[in-house]
């Protein structure tokens, strides 16, 4: 060969493959520049992972099964009730509930990135971002859900609802039969965090 091509040592083979690998670099530089105190970024993430989930959600459901006037207001204004709950911030500015009947089985998606009601939910799991979701949801909704392992009767229409930055969309999951005796905490403890996008349904008591 008159020449080597050095394919093996191109700049690119020299970045980290990892994605979390070129975060761990940017956070280190923000930091070093004083641009980004790790304290508070840890904290949001803190916030978002673990204090605000699927949680709050789950409580929104569970007071709606047992509270019509509750129910009402939700579905007419989602935002303002679910502000007085305290359930607000980054990507929950403007939430509106889609409500599950035995007609209609409702499932969200965010076709164009990944936008979700984080107040309500908390952090999308990585199958919600992927391109096989946001493409197949629209397309193929049924197979989508019987792969997530949820069998509709055939008189079950599904609506799809895709979010945007303007509007997040929260499911209000049918309550589950068996479920009549329960209070607020047992009921928010069958709600999952599937059966809020639709894609899952709540358990069943017991
Ligand atoms: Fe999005």
């Not at 569970?62 to 989602?78: G, K, N, Q, T, Y």
């Not at 076709?111 to 629209?138: E, F, N, Q």
């Not at 049924?142 to 599904?158: D, I, N, Q, S």
């Not at 965090?193 to 709540?202: A, E, V």
């Amino acid at each position: 060969m008159p020449h080597d091509h050095h394919d093996h040592d191109h700049p690119h083979a020299l970045l980290p493959p990892d994605p979390a690998l070129r975060v761990k670099a940017l956070e280190t530089l923000l930091t070093r520049k004083g641009l980004i105190d790790p304290a508070a970024l840890d904290e949001i993430i803190d916030t978002y992972q673990n204090r605000i989930g699927p949680q709050n959600g789950a409580r929104v459901v569970a007071r709606a099964w047992r509270d019509p006037a509750f129910r009402a207001a939700l579905l007419e204004d989602a935002t303002a009730v679910v502000a007085d709950l305290g359930f607000f911030g980054r990507q929950g500015e403007h939430v509106v509930v889609v409500e599950n009947t035995p007609e209609v089985h409702n499932m969200v998606v965010c076709t164009l990135c990944s936008c979700y009601p984080w107040p309500l939910l908390g952090i999308p799991p990585a199958w919600y971002k992927s391109d096989a979701y946001r493409a197949r949801a629209v397309r193929e909704p049924r197979r989508v859900l019987a792969e997530f392992g949820v069998a509709l009767p055939a008189r079950t229409a599904v609506r799809v609802w895709d979010s945007t930055a303007e509007i997040r969309y929260l499911v209000l999951p049918m309550r589950p039969a068996g479920s009549d005796g329960l209070d607020e905490d047992a009921l928010a403890a069958l709600v999952t965090r599937d059966s809020m996008i639709g894609t899952g349904l709540p358990a069943v008591p017991a």
